[in-house]
């Protein structure tokens, strides 16, 4: 989902975590080595033309240390890149307002997008064609090629570029609310049942929420379809004439509807609180009032820097799997360019991209300058992620930034120690935010309504997600 994505990066801006919950098989890429199907040549336009680029630059209300720290790495860029002059610009994706900043021109001509987006831009004619630019990235850009996908259209040509925060969802929970309800914090739950048991002890014996859940602003439906991959089931299915059909009215989606009914309803252990969306939910968490929730693992930097969690309450563990295909849901952020540009802009583009996103994972030198920051500002380094690039390339950059490393890692094993097994699944294809939109009511209606009826729910659900879905494929 778009929004922790986005968030999870306020107030530092550079700590550009890439935590891809897909598991590459891809080995370690060569430095010199291009990508398959890109020339080892630089495109024919690279010859020395000065460049005004405009990229996305941190969050509204990000700290001066962060201002700061991008300044720095701006003048970093044009020092080696003198023919290049970067503006930055404040930037935060909103799927509310994405299309209209897209359509009226005021975006960036580097900007973020959520993975589920790029195929649409892709299609729509709306973001560059990237593909003769791949070896200006790391490793000649020998992506981990589950990632790549996300942003690769039609032609198999790379139009986006992964860049960060590339995730999977795990299990936050409060190891401080553990020990006071009288569990273990270092023995998570491992099935829902037990998600379910544990919740109902947290809210008796402590009055905090035993488990949350986001509801609102498409957050609901994202996280239902969290709780419906993890018990098998799918938001869409795609036939053999590449037309999606809106699937949300699943056996698993009406179990994960039911547990919500009856943590609220039978075990009174969710709290007051049912409009919880990702920023407001983390909050609570932060600040003891949410025993257990499901979010991108890789969120521990935003409650650290938005709002200054205590790192010893946290813990983190995988969601329960259960059933047939069960599997996690993942996702990222990949880096766009606005279509349009002269190839001169392009190759500006894919030259600041390199430098800002992916520079850490290229020598040990540069992955501790990148993380030095973080670490002198005691914001966060060493928060699990999976590859951009390769297992081999991530396993040397955390070897490089090991000294750095100030993360509770030995809080989060019951997730690192399982990730790598896991089916990773892709969020619905076809209009993602559109089909999370339809499926909120359901979250906030179970939440809020003794009565709801969850069959009557999910079949209105189907209806507005299928018109959703068919507009997207007009």
């Not at 935060?92 to 973020?112: H, I």
């Not at 009055?207 to 709780?227: D, E, H």
């Not at 297992?391 to 090991?402: C, G, P, S, V």
Request: glycine share 8%.
């Amino acid at each position: 989902m778009s929004a922790t994505i986005r968030r999870a990066i306020a107030g530092l801006g550079v700590v550009a975590l890439a935590a891809s919950a897909v598991a590459c098989s891809a080995t370690t890429p060569s430095p010199s080595a291009p990508a398959p199907g890109t020339s080892s040549e630089p495109p024919a336009n690279s010859a020395p033309v000065h460049v005004d680029l405009t990229v996305v630059g941190l969050l509204p209300g990000a700290t001066p240390e962060a201002q700061e720290n991008l300044a720095n790495q701006v003048k970093l860029f044009e020092a080696a890149n003198p023919d290049i002059t970067v503006t930055t610009k404040e930037y935060e994706w909103k799927a509310t307002t994405f299309a209209a900043d897209l359509a009226g021109s005021t975006l960036p001509d580097v900007f973020e997008i959520p993975f589920t987006d790029a195929k649409a831009l892709i299609a729509n004619g709306q973001i560059s064609d990237m593909n003769d630019y791949l070896t200006e990235f790391p490793f000649g850009g020998a992506f981990n090629p589950n990632v790549l996908q996300y942003g690769q259209g039609a032609d198999g040509h790379a139009y986006a570029i992964p860049a960060k925060s590339v995730y999977g969802i795990g299990l936050h929970y409060n190891r401080e609310l553990f020990t006071k309800a009288g569990l273990d914090p270092d023995k998570p739950p491992t099935t829902w049942d037990e998600v379910r048991s544990y919740a109902k002890q947290i809210a008796d014996k402590t009055g905090a929420a035993g488990y949350s859940q986001m509801a609102t602003n498409n957050t609901g439906g994202w996280q239902l379809t969290v709780a419906t991959y993890a018990r098998g089931g799918r938001m869409e299915t795609v036939g053999t004439d590449g037309k999606a059909t809106a699937t949300v009215d699943n056996d698993a989606t009406k179990a994960a509807l039911q547990f919500l009914k009856d943590l609220r309803w039978a075990d009174n252990a969710m709290g007051s609180n049912f409009t919880y969306d990702w920023g407001s939910i983390n909050q609570a968490f932060a600040a003891g009032q949410v025993g257990m929730y499901t979010s991108g693992q890789d969120v521990y930097t935003s409650l650290v820097q938005a709002n200054a969690i205590n790192p010893d309450i946290y813990g983190l563990t995988m969601i329960p799997l259960e059933g047939t295909d069960a599997g996690i849901l993942g996702g990222g952020t990949m880096a766009a360019v606005k279509a349009g540009v002269s190839d001169d802009v392009k190759l500006a583009a894919a030259k600041w991209i390199s430098h800002w996103y992916l520079s850490r994972y290229t020598s040990e030198e540069a992955a501790l300058a990148f993380n030095q920051q973080a670490f002198d500002d005691k914001q966060p380094v060493g928060t699990p992620e999976l590859p951009i690039f390769s297992d081999e390339n991530l396993a040397q950059y955390r070897a490089w930034i090991k000294p750095l490393i100030n993360v509770p890692l030995d809080q989060m094993t019951g997730f690192t120690d399982k990730i790598g097994s896991a089916t990773i699944l892709n969020e619905p294809a076809v209009a993602t935010q559109d089909v999370y939109a339809a499926l909120d009511p359901a979250v906030q209606a179970v939440l809020t309504d003794k009565n709801a009826d969850i069959n009557a729910l999910l079949a209105d659900a189907t209806k507005t997600a299928q018109r959703a879905i068919n507009k997207a494929q007009r």
